[in-house]
């Protein structure tokens, strides 16, 4: 199992500006995602968080948007830039291995006004 | 293509009901695995259960059970003697190589469970 910590749990901002979440987790993993989950709705992939090299973005999600940091095999950052109210949503980290199940940090609760 | 199909977006039941919650998937690949999750309302990802394809027995795990049924491409989820406890969004999910192997989810199921 992993445990993985997630910052900041929630969080208001204005619209234009950026919030970097970070994502940590308790020991050294391979394959790590970003997650969105809009109001009332289910997880939608953004991007698989390589380490050493640029993340791989799902269809929809581009990198100017949802730049993604990997610097090491324990920890990303998700940053959403130039925020409009239709990225209010929340966020998840997780790692998963191919056959196992896989562990969500805590979620960031973002709105955007 | 891969998919997941929850056919029930909410449920309402009382207390001490047995609930089941549907879930169809879609894939051409014989190695898959499949996942419950569920959410309660704080907002975190649960971990309930992995399956994968060639393990067609069905399994309880205290109240709750599922049933994995390939002929039908179905991996259903009951909790027996529903608790208030139990009201959360279960989310049915799936991996296989022809998706990459990263976790599509269903829509999820909203339990209500009243008391």
């Known amino acids: 199992s992993a445990v993985i910590s997630q910052k900041p749990s929630r969080d208001i901002c204005q619209r234009g500006t950026s919030l970097t979440i970070q994502c940590q987790v308790d020991s050294q993993v391979t394959m790590m995602f970003w997650y969105r989950q809009q109001p009332g709705q289910s997880l939608t992939l953004i991007a698989t968080?390589?380490?050493?090299?640029?993340?791989?973005?799902e269809s929809g999600f581009v990198i100017d948007k949802f730049p993604i940091s990997r610097p090491n095999l324990t920890f990303s950052t998700l940053t959403v830039s130039n925020m409009s109210p239709e990225d209010s949503s929340i966020y998840l980290c997780s790692v998963e291995g191919i056959v196992t199940e896989a562990f969500f940090g805590q979620g960031t609760r973002l709105t955007v006004v | 293509a891969q998919k997941v199909t929850q056919a029930q977006t909410e449920i309402s039941v009382v207390e001490k009901e047995d609930v089941t919650l549907d879930c169809v998937y879609e894939?051409?690949?014989?190695?898959?695995?499949l996942f419950w999750y569920k959410q309660p309302p704080s907002g975190e990802l649960v971990f309930l259960i992995r399956r994968n394809s060639f393990d067609e027995q069905n399994e309880i795990s205290g109240r709750y059970s599922w049933n994995f049924q390939k002929s039908t491409s179905s991996f259903n989820f009951t909790i027996t003697a529903s608790q208030v406890v139990d009201s959360a969004v279960y989310f049915c999910a799936l991996r296989s190589p022809t998706g990459g192997f990263k976790t599509i989810f269903g829509a999820g199921t909203r339990l209500f469970v009243k008391a």
């Open positions: 894939t051409r690949d014989t190695t898959y695995y």
């Open positions: 968080a390589n380490q050493g090299s640029e993340a791989t973005y």
